[in-house]
C-alpha cells in the first residue's frame, strides 16, 4: 500500500526521523495543553441550576411511571382481548351434539353405556 505516514515520509532522511518525531510530539504535547487550558476556563464558567439533580431524577421517574403504566395497559388490552376471543370462539361451537364416534353400533354423544 502507499499509505505515507508523517514519520515515514519519502523525502525524510533515516536520520532526522527521530528529530521529527520530537519536533511532532512537543507540537502535540503544546496542542493539547493549550486546548486543556481553553476547556478549564469554559468550563469554569459553567454553574449547573441549584435544583439540576432535582429535576432531572423527576424527570427520569416520570418517564419510568409512564414506561410502567404503558406496559401494564398494555398488557391489560392483550389479556383481555385473548380471553374475549377464546370465549367468542368457545361460543361458536354447533348445539346440537354431534357425532364422536361412528363405530359399528352409531354411538352418539350422550347415549353410551356407562
Not at 500500500?1 to 511532532?24: F, L, Q, V, W
Not at 512537543?26 to 449547573?48: F, I, K, N, Q
Not at 439533580?53 to 409512564?66: I, M, P
Amino acid at each position: 500500500m502507499n499509505d505515507i505516514s508523517p514519520d515515514t515520509s519519502p523525502d525524510t532522511k533515516p536520520g532526522a526521523s527521530s528529530d521529527r518525531t520530537a519536533e511532532d510530539r512537543t507540537a502535540e504535547d503544546r496542542t493539547e495543553e493549550e486546548l486543556r487550558t481553553a476547556l478549564e476556563a469554559l468550563a469554569g464558567g459553567v454553574r449547573p441550576a441549584p435544583d439540576a439533580y432535582r429535576t432531572a431524577r423527576g424527570d427520569w421517574l416520570r418517564r419510568e411511571r409512564r414506561r410502567r403504566l404503558v406496559l401494564v395497559v398494555l398488557i391489560t388490552v392483550v389479556f383481555t382481548l385473548a380471553t374475549l376471543i377464546g370465549l367468542w370462539v368457545l361460543n361458536q361451537t354447533p348445539s346440537d351434539p354431534g357425532v364422536i364416534f361412528s363405530g359399528s353400533g352409531g354411538t352418539v354423544a350422550g347415549t353410551g353405556p356407562g
